[in-house]
C-alpha cells in the first residue's frame, strides 16, 4: 500500500516538472521567433523546441494514464485489506487476524511462514567541540541512527529476509521525538511479530514435533513476550505494581 502511494506521489511530481516546461516552452519559442530576425539560425533551436514540446505533451499522457492505473490499484487493495480484515501495524506491515495472514510490501505470508524477527540499529557519533574563550573548550557528543529496521525472517526460498524500515529520511538525532516515535513503531512491530512467532512454536509444540530442550527455550521466549506486554500494562497504569510483580512470577514459575 505505501509503496503504491510513494509511487503515486513521484509520479504527480513527474508529471508537475513537465507541465511547467510544457507552460514554459511556447514563451520560449515565440521568444526564439523574434530573435530569429536578426539571427537566422535561431530557427533552427525554435524547430528543436517544437520537437521537444511534442514528446513532452506525449509524456504528461503517459504519466497521466500511470497515476490512473496506480490510483486504480490502490483502491483495490484499499478493498482487499478490508474485506479481509487487515489491520495496520506500521508502515508497510499489516496482519489480519480473520485469516492468520501478514501483509509485508504487499506480499501476504501466512503466520505459519514468520519464521523470526531481529531489530537491527546502525549508529554513529558525532563530536562538537565548542571555545567558550580562548582558552577553555569543552566537546559535545551527538548520536545518530544512520539505520533503523527488523529483519523479518520467512519461509520463502526466493525471499526468505525482509527488511522493514522503520527509518525514512536521512539520519536521524537519537535524542529527538523522531527517534522516539521509531522506537514505539519498533515495539509494536516486534510485539506482533515474536506473538505470531510465539504461536507457530506453540502448534508445533501440539503436534509433538518439539524436542524437550527446544520445548524449554519456546516456553522461556513465550514467557518473556507475555512479560513485555504486562509491562507495558503496568507502564500505562492498567496494572498495579503488586499485580504485575505476581503475574510476572506466575509466569517465571511455569518455565522453570
Known amino acids: 500500500m505505501d509503496?503504491?502511494?510513494?509511487q503515486i506521489k513521484t509520479e504527480k511530481q513527474?508529471?508537475?516538472m513537465f507541465i511547467i516546461?510544457?507552460?514554459?516552452l511556447p514563451i520560449i519559442v515565440i521568444l526564439l521567433l523574434l530573435l530569429a530576425l536578426i539571427i537566422p539560425i535561431l530557427l533552427l533551436f525554435d524547430v528543436a523546441l517544437i520537437v521537444l514540446q511534442v514528446y513532452i505533451a506525449k509524456k504528461i499522457n503517459k504519466i497521466k494514464h500511470k497515476i490512473i492505473n496506480l490510483e486504480q490499484e490502490k483502491k483495490d487493495l484499499e478493498l482487499y485489506l478490508y474485506e479481509n480484515g487487515?489491520?495496520?501495524?506500521v508502515k508497510n506491515f499489516y496482519v489480519s487476524h480473520k485469516n492468520k495472514k501478514v501483509m509485508l510490501f504487499n506480499t501476504e505470508y501466512g503466520f505459519s511462514q514468520i519464521v523470526n524477527c531481529e531489530l537491527k540499529e546502525n549508529t554513529n557519533v558525532t563530536q562538537n567541540t565548542i571555545a567558550t574563550s580562548k582558552i577553555t573548550?569543552?566537546?559535545?557528543?551527538?548520536?545518530?541512527?544512520?539505520?533503523?529496521?527488523?529483519?523479518?525472517?520467512?519461509?520463502d526460498f526466493k525471499n526468505p529476509n525482509i527488511k522493514l524500515n522503520l527509518k525514512e529520511y536521512g539520519r536521524v538525532s537519537k535524542n529527538?521525538?523522531?527517534y522516539k516515535s521509531m522506537m514505539s513503531n519498533?515495539?509494536?512491530?516486534m510485539s506482533v511479530l515474536k506473538l505470531i512467532i510465539s504461536k507457530n512454536n506453540e502448534k508445533y509444540i501440539e503436534n509433538g514435533t518439539i524436542t524437550k530442550?527446544?520445548?524449554?527455550?519456546?516456553t522461556e521466549e513465550s514467557a518473556s513476550v507475555q512479560i513485555e506486554r504486562l509491562s507495558q500494562l503496568y507502564k500505562d497504569g492498567v496494572l498495579s505494581e503488586y499485580e504485575f510483580e505476581t503475574k510476572k512470577k506466575e509466569l517465571l514459575d511455569k518455565v522453570k
Request: proline share 0%; net charge negative.
Open 176 to 178: 529527538g521525538g523522531t
Open 137 to 155: 573548550a569543552f566537546t559535545t557528543q551527538n548520536q545518530y541512527c544512520t539505520e533503523y529496521y527488523i529483519n523479518i525472517t520467512v519461509d
Open 213 to 218: 530442550v527446544e520445548h524449554r527455550y519456546i
Open 186 to 189: 519498533a515495539d509494536k512491530a
Open 21 to 24: 516546461l510544457e507552460i514554459l
Open 14 to 16: 513527474k508529471k508537475l
Open 3 to 6: 509503496n503504491i502511494v510513494l
Open 86 to 89: 487487515y489491520e495496520e501495524v
